[in-house]
């Protein structure tokens, strides 16, 4: 194995990993925190701004990000999940703008959002000459209505490639079943029986990923992505050994699935990084959960922003 070593402040962290050679990340003083590595993978800590200008350009495979929603949630003193939409939109742009240019071509970019900030998010993709695959709808339920509008109940995930897709896998989903007498909920216009038997094509609306929220399956006490989210993902448009940044680490939902799916990773987490590394390690997380769920969180700020 040859050793690659990257500079954090007056200390120089080495870790061994022959794949990850050309693709190193040169961090500088007192920005970024390598926190965490596997032979897969590494695990900064800091501002992600800071760690796609240290990224060389075209040097990563798939970028999925899962940013903050600009409701008001609490991620503690290093990010402030509440401002103006202008100013929330042009941070937007410059980490999706630096995403772009890291990306090697032929790479995908999955940017996981709320509708009303995937429509921007789109357009500026297209403004950058991102290749527009798919507008995917996750089909997940709030935790409370909000107030003068339809009960919201998706989320969206933005699929784009830089050109032509150089990966790309269309999985099978199993037929749907009734929950209680077992049987098939559509008969296909008779021709059931000439379905594939790994089931039906894959749709852009995802109908079949849970929201993850009970305290033993969580990581942490804010929202996280299921894993069977990112493994369709990176099924879909990556193979093994490939490397996948996620500019925003969370729960560690992404680096996870890509060590299980032998993917070389790259992320970054700017609060606190411990959930991710008990999660890497199989030490585990005790979570506590919020009185009030994250989406009723963001709804009862809207509320009370109108009714102010």
Not at 71 to 96: E, F, N, P, Q, T
Request: hydrophobic share 35%; with cysteine.
């Amino acid at each position: 194995m040859q050793e690659i070593t990257t500079q954090r402040g007056d200390a120089r962290v080495s870790m061994s990993s022959a794949t990850l050679q050309r693709r190193s990340v040169r961090t500088r003083e007192a920005k970024l925190d390598l926190v965490h590595a596997t032979d897969l993978g590494r695990l900064y800590q800091g501002d992600c701004l800071d760690l796609l200008a240290e990224t060389p350009e075209e040097s990563v495979d798939l970028v999925f990000a899962d940013p903050p929603f600009n409701l008001g949630k609490d991620y503690g003193k290093h990010y402030k999940d509440s401002v103006h939409d202008s100013a929330y939109l042009d941070w937007s742009r410059k980490w999706i703008e630096e995403c772009c240019r890291v990306l090697s071509p032929g790479g995908a970019f999955f940017l996981y959002n709320l509708p009303r900030w995937n429509i921007p998010n789109g357009e500026f993709l297209m403004s950058l000459g991102m290749n527009f695959r798919h507008w995917i709808t996750i089909d997940i339920k709030f935790g409370l209505p909000i107030a003068g509008k339809l009960y919201p109940s998706h989320y969206s995930l933005l699929y784009f490639t830089k050109g032509k897709p150089r990966t790309f896998t269309r999985p099978r989903i199993p037929i749907a079943t009734c929950r209680h007498c077992g049987k098939d909920l559509k008969d296909y216009g008779g021709h059931r029986n000439k379905i594939h038997a790994e089931g039906i094509n894959l749709t852009d609306v995802w109908t079949d990923i849970a929201p993850v929220r009970h305290r033993r399956t969580k990581n942490r006490p804010a929202n996280e992505l299921s894993e069977k989210l990112l493994e369709r993902v990176l099924t879909i448009a990556s193979e093994p050994g490939d490397l996948v940044l996620d500019p925003f680490g969370g729960s560690g939902t992404t680096y996870a699935v890509a060590e299980r799916m032998h993917r070389q990773w790259l992320g970054i987490e700017l609060g606190d990084c411990e959930p991710i590394i008990n999660r890497l390690t199989g030490a585990g997380n005790e979570v506590e959960l919020p009185g009030l769920g994250d989406s009723g969180k963001g709804a009862a700020r809207n509320h009370r922003s109108k009714s102010a």
